[in-house]
């Protein structure tokens, strides 16, 4: 039998028990929530406590005053003590492990180099004006206090604040107009850098206004005659630029083929000492060795006789340059020419853009910067890739892979998630070739293989070389890492935005990559991280990374002799530092584009 | 009720025509044979048992879906693969999802704004303008800086409403708009969409609200295995259904 019951007045809300708020129920929740976690506990206490009193004499007796490890461990005995740091190694030796073989008197260049990254990434990691500005203030107050207590020369002191001043108060009272310094940035970092004339760095500047400039030229067009007319233009620049690659293409092959034949002389060498295995491994190596030549031949044939096909000359099968200049250049003439009266399709602006960017580097650049150099030489003293070192070289690398791989990634990811074919297909082998191969051996293609595939003569930057490779392999872990987010998107947002009326590239950006990027955040942090700390493997291909390139060198040196925890520690405790923020401005970054109140 | 409904005119002019349209998902034949036509103004309300086809059907009138055979012209364009007909054909044809599927980054304004910025180029000032107005008529003005997250289900699909509005479209597609919403907030959505069409709207709206079909509609059609069963005007349709397999259906949903 049941009452009725109705309920005349509303509770009020109470405060909980005592014994449920406190440090009195965390160490109860966390600590010694039972008998098996008490006993947890206090053995946990004990093996940290006995870790702490082990390590503990070795950092409190360090020593900062020495000019050898001799000298260091004689200083610990004199205490008393049994072990201590030799933390003068770090005191003599730092500035190697910041700078590498930068020469000593230029050390401002690579300082201000680092304020002016953090004044450009300020915009970009901030959308709060006034932590933009701070972060820029902060970073010229460092950059030039680091540059006294380097004592650098007075007027790169004074430059230096000036440019730091300017960049702070244009902070403060234009954030919007700090996005130029961003993009400027590059080209200033390269300049002080490496040096050289300061008109290199200028036209090139201007040589991708200039691309910009006449790739969006084709969307002010307005009438079909003129789209017309900037198609031909692409076209017959197309058809130029193709000639030059074709003449590049031929010398390299024929250059590759000759040393390929020439490493085929691996076998015998193998083989010769070995038993039976190390025969069976050289026949194998050279069979594979042959199978690329026969293959490149083959490729080459290839060409050969499609470009003489399209020229409908086959008696100019033998002269591949000229048929294949005209051939390739028929056909893109043709093409553009197509698009153009067809659509407004935005690829002709984009081949455009590169076409002037490749045409000015080809013909304008070199006229004018040498004409500017004679006038009026301005620039820095040259300093070459190999003098780069320790922390300056790591974060050249990763800064500079790191922003090249997110673009590549993404374009990666919605490749691989394409319904054409052949992008779908190019994405996955990609993806899958560079994560299925370790980064060493991209390293060592980069500082070996890719000569083999370079005219002869060109000298490539190694550094150059070792940033394309670590963007590439970032870019494929990237691809993945946003593929991720891609797919935890529900398919009603494409649907959303395709009813909408946004086309394809408008849905990614507006819609699909805001939301996916964000889901992603853990994961392209985590790569960039890894990235980082993989810089120091370009040890491998003989540059000097902080932590075994330079405490190599460090402990070749007689004095040095033996010492072992101490630079790594520091080296590591760098890192770490460097590695932390960026984890850190990962968990901001995502509370602050947390918007769906979850 | 019924005296606002009278006042509604269906002119000649046709605003979407089907003829004899095939579709097929893999091998599975889901829609077959459809022919149709929709006069500028028409209600209506397109009901079946579930997997009948009745999404698919209105998805592939802005080409969510790829029809495999026949035609479909929406206001004059014809529906092909050429991209640019369909760019034009969504923009002039506004879509509200079972799910909302609101853009759940950014806020009810921008969610309003964004197409009519990026999609027809209007300055933001008049997108904003455009997208309070409808806002308003939708009656959640004061939400407008809300993320889609901190509104109720039946807010949000009256903001999902508002978006397509500000495209201005010709014609309104609903796909089992008040389905996913609990049952204190399907009249707050419904009202809007009675609304919308004492406005003239043309609108195809699949729903199992019959008290919505019976209010607004000027036809209501019946799908069943992918067909087109039967159509009729609401109060012939539901008082004196024709065929079996509708008989059966009308039972099971008003059985209660």
């Given at each position: 039998?049941?009452?009725?019951?109705?309920?005349?007045?509303?509770?009020?809300?109470?405060?909980?028990?005592?014994?449920?708020?406190?440090?009195?129920?965390?160490?109860?929740?966390?600590?010694?929530?039972?008998?098996?976690?008490?006993?947890?506990?206090?053995?946990?206490?004990?093996?940290?406590?006995?870790?702490?009193?082990?390590?503990?004499?070795?950092?409190?007796?360090?020593?900062w005053?020495?000019?050898?490890?001799?000298?260091?461990?004689?200083?610990?005995?004199?205490?008393?003590?049994?072990?201590?740091?030799?933390w003068a190694v770090i005191k003599a030796r730092w500035h190697q492990y910041i700078f590498g073989f930068y020469p000593m008197d230029q050390y401002w260049r690579p300082v201000l180099t680092a304020g002016l990254l953090l004044a450009?990434?300020?915009?970009?990691?901030?959308?709060?004006?006034?932590?933009?500005?701070?972060?820029?203030?902060i970073a010229g107050v460092l950059a030039v206090i680091s540059m006294l207590l380097l004592s650098s020369p007075v007027m790169a002191v004074v430059v230096s604040a000036a440019i730091m001043a300017?960049?702070?108060?244009?902070?403060?009272?234009?954030?919007?107009?700090?996005?130029?310094?961003?993009?400027?940035?590059?080209?200033a970092a390269?300049f002080l850098l490496w040096g050289?004339?300061?008109?290199?760095?200028?036209?090139?500047?201007?040589?991708?206004?200039?691309?910009?400039?006449?790739?969006?030229?084709?969307?002010?067009?307005?009438?079909?005659?003129?789209?017309?007319?900037?198609?031909?233009?692409?076209?017959?620049?197309?058809?130029?630029?193709?000639?030059?690659?074709?003449?590049?293409?031929?010398?390299?092959?024929?250059?590759?083929?000759?040393?390929?034949?020439?490493?085929?002389?691996?076998?015998?060498?193998?083989?010769?000492?070995?038993?039976?295995?190390?025969?069976?491994?050289?026949?194998?190596?050279?069979?594979?060795?042959?199978?690329?030549?026969?293959?490149?031949?083959?490729?080459?044939?290839?060409?050969?006789?499609?470009?003489?096909?399209?020229?409908?000359?086959?008696?100019?099968?033998?002269?591949?340059?000229?048929?294949?200049?005209?051939?390739?250049?028929?056909?893109?003439?043709?093409?553009?020419?197509?698009?153009?009266?067809?659509?407004?399709?935005?690829?002709?602006?984009?081949?455009?853009?590169?076409?002037?960017?490749?045409?000015?580097?080809?013909?304008?650049?070199?006229?004018?910067?040498?004409?500017?150099?004679?006038?009026?030489?301005?620039?820095l003293p040259?300093i070459?890739?190999?003098q780069f070192g320790g922390f300056v070289l790591a974060i050249v690398?990763?800064?500079?892979?790191?922003?090249?791989?997110?673009?590549?990634?993404?374009?990666?990811?919605?490749?691989?998630?394409?319904?054409?074919?052949?992008?779908?297909?190019?994405?996955?082998?990609?993806?899958?070739?560079?994560?299925?191969?370790?980064?060493?051996?991209?390293?060592?293609?980069?500082?070996?293989?890719?000569?083999?595939?370079?005219?002869?003569?060109?000298?490539?930057?190694?550094?150059?070389?070792?940033?394309?490779?670590?963007?590439?392999?970032?870019?494929?872990?990237?691809?993945?890492?946003?593929?991720?987010?891609?797919?935890?998107?529900?398919?009603?947002?494409?649907?959303?935005?395709?009813?909408?009326?946004?086309?394809?590239?408008?849905?990614?950006?507006?819609?699909?990559?805001?939301?996916?990027?964000?889901?992603?955040?853990?994961?392209?942090?985590?790569?960039?991280?890894?990235?980082?700390?993989?810089?120091?493997?370009?040890?491998?291909?003989?540059?000097l990374?902080p932590?075994?390139?330079v405490?190599?060198i460090v402990?070749?040196?007689?004095?040095?002799?033996?010492?072992?925890?101490?630079?790594?520690?520091f080296v590591?405790?760098i890192?770490?530092l460097i590695?932390?923020?960026?984890?850190?401005?990962?968990?901001?970054?995502?509370?602050?584009?947390?918007?769906?109140?979850? | 009720?019924?005296?606002?409904?009278?006042?509604?005119?269906?002119?000649?002019?046709?605003?979407?025509?089907?003829?004899?349209?095939?579709?097929?998902?893999?091998?599975?034949?889901?829609?077959?044979?459809?022919?149709?036509?929709?006069?500028?103004?028409?209600?209506?309300?397109?009901?079946?048992?579930?997997?009948?086809?009745?999404?698919?059907?209105?998805?592939?009138?802005?080409?969510?879906?790829?029809?495999?055979?026949?035609?479909?012209?929406?206001?004059?364009?014809?529906?092909?693969?050429?991209?640019?007909?369909?760019?034009?054909?969504?923009?002039?044809?506004?879509?509200?999802?079972?799910?909302?599927?609101?853009?759940?980054?950014?806020?009810?304004?921008?969610?309003?704004?964004?197409?009519?910025?990026?999609?027809?180029?209007?300055?933001?000032?008049?997108?904003?303008?455009?997208?309070?107005?409808?806002?308003?008529?939708?009656?959640?003005?004061?939400?407008?800086?809300?993320?889609?997250?901190?509104?109720?289900?039946?807010?949000?699909?009256?903001?999902?409403?508002?978006?397509?509005?500000?495209?201005?479209?010709?014609?309104?597609?609903?796909?089992?708009?008040?389905?996913?919403?609990?049952?204190?907030?399907?009249?707050?959505?419904?009202?809007?969409?009675?609304?919308?069409?004492?406005?003239?709207?043309?609108?195809?709206?699949?729903?199992?609200?019959?008290?919505?079909?019976?209010?607004?509609?000027?036809?209501?059609?019946?799908?069943?295995?992918?067909?087109?069963?039967?159509?009729?005007?609401?109060?012939?349709?539901?008082?004196?259904?024709?065929?079996?397999?509708?008989?059966?259906?009308?039972?099971?949903?008003?059985?209660?």
């Open positions: 039998m049941h009452d009725s019951f109705v309920r005349t007045e509303m509770l009020a809300p109470q405060d909980p028990p005592l014994r449920e708020t406190g440090a009195v129920k965390w160490l109860r929740e966390n600590l010694f929530s039972g008998p098996l976690n008490t006993i947890l506990t206090l053995l946990g206490a004990y093996i940290v406590v006995t870790l702490v009193l082990m390590a503990f004499p070795w950092w409190w007796n360090g020593v005053n020495a000019t050898s490890l001799a000298e260091c461990r004689a200083k610990v005995a004199e205490m008393g003590a049994e072990s201590g740091a030799c450009a990434l300020a915009p970009v990691l901030y959308w709060n004006d006034r932590k933009g500005a701070i972060l820029t203030g300017a960049l702070f108060v244009l902070a403060r009272i234009r954030p919007r107009q700090m996005i130029w310094v961003t993009l400027a940035y590059p080209f390269l050289g004339q300061v008109w290199t760095y200028l036209s090139a500047i201007l040589a991708v206004a200039a691309g910009i400039g006449f790739g969006l030229l084709y969307g002010k067009l307005r009438n079909d005659a003129s789209n017309l007319i900037y198609a031909i233009v692409t076209a017959i620049g197309a058809a130029f630029v193709a000639a030059a690659l074709i003449h590049y293409l031929d010398a390299v092959s024929a250059d590759f083929l000759t040393k390929l034949s020439a490493s085929n002389s691996f076998y015998p060498g193998f083989g010769s000492g070995g038993g039976m295995v190390a025969k069976t491994l050289g026949a194998l190596v050279s069979a594979v060795i042959w199978a690329i030549s026969v293959a490149v031949w083959a490729m080459v044939g290839v060409m050969r006789a499609v470009s003489g096909v399209l020229n409908l000359n086959l008696g100019m099968l033998a002269d591949f340059p000229l048929a294949g200049t005209l051939g390739l250049g028929a056909v893109l003439a043709a093409i553009g020419t197509f698009k153009a009266a067809r659509s407004r399709a935005a690829g002709i602006g984009i081949f455009g853009g590169l076409l002037a960017i490749g045409a000015y580097w080809l013909i304008v650049h070199p006229w004018l910067t040498a004409q500017l150099g004679a006038a009026i030489p301005l620039g040259r070459n890739s190999d690398i990763g800064v500079t892979a790191i922003t090249a791989s997110l673009p590549l990634g993404i374009i990666l990811a919605l490749g691989r998630r394409s319904d054409m074919f052949l992008v779908k297909t190019l994405s996955v082998g990609f993806i899958e070739f560079i994560r299925g191969v370790p980064l060493i051996t991209l390293l060592f293609t980069a500082s070996l293989l890719l000569a083999y595939f370079l005219p002869p003569g060109t000298n490539f930057d190694l550094i150059l070389r070792v940033i394309i490779l670590a963007s590439l392999f970032s870019a494929a872990y990237l691809a993945e890492v946003i593929r991720g987010g891609l797919a935890a998107l529900p398919r009603g947002q494409y649907e959303a935005a395709d009813a909408l009326g946004l086309d394809y590239w408008q849905a990614q950006r507006l819609i699909i990559m805001p939301q996916a990027l964000k889901i992603s955040i853990p994961g392209i942090v985590g790569t960039f991280i890894g990235l980082f700390k993989d810089t120091t493997l370009v040890s491998f291909v003989g540059l990374d932590l075994r390139g405490t190599q402990r070749a040196d007689i004095n040095w002799k033996g010492i072992y925890w101490e630079p790594y520690i590591g405790v890192f770490f590695c932390f923020g960026m984890s850190r401005y990962s968990m901001y970054l995502e509370r602050k584009l947390k918007t769906d109140h979850r | 009720m019924a005296e606002a409904k009278a006042k509604l005119q269906v002119s000649d002019e046709v605003a979407i025509e089907i003829r004899n349209m095939n579709k097929w998902y893999g091998t599975f034949h889901v829609l077959r044979d459809i022919d149709m036509t929709v006069n500028r103004g028409e209600r209506i309300v397109i009901c079946g048992p579930s997997g009948s086809g009745k999404s698919t059907l209105i998805r592939c009138i802005n080409r969510l879906e790829e029809h495999q055979s026949g035609q479909i012209i929406v206001d004059g364009t014809e529906l092909t693969s050429d991209l640019k007909n369909i760019d034009k054909v969504r923009s002039e044809v506004g879509m509200v999802f079972q799910h909302f599927n609101l853009f759940p980054h950014l806020t009810i304004l921008e969610n309003c704004t964004l197409a009519p910025i990026w999609v027809r180029k209007i300055p933001k000032r008049e997108a904003e303008e455009t997208a309070m107005h409808f806002l308003r008529k939708v009656k959640i003005p004061e939400q407008a800086h809300k993320y889609p997250g901190q509104l109720s289900g039946g807010q949000q699909q009256r903001v999902a409403i508002a978006r397509s509005l500000c495209m201005k479209p010709r014609i309104m597609l609903f796909d089992e708009p008040t389905s996913a919403l609990d049952p204190e907030m399907i009249k707050e959505v419904l009202d809007t969409m009675i609304e919308l069409a004492q406005e003239g709207m043309t609108m195809l709206c699949v729903t199992h609200e019959m008290g919505f079909a019976q209010a607004v509609a000027n036809r209501v059609i019946f799908m069943d295995q992918g067909q087109i069963v039967e159509q009729n005007e609401p109060r012939e349709f539901f008082n004196n259904p024709q065929s079996e397999r509708t008989k059966l259906f009308l039972s099971q949903i008003l059985g209660h």
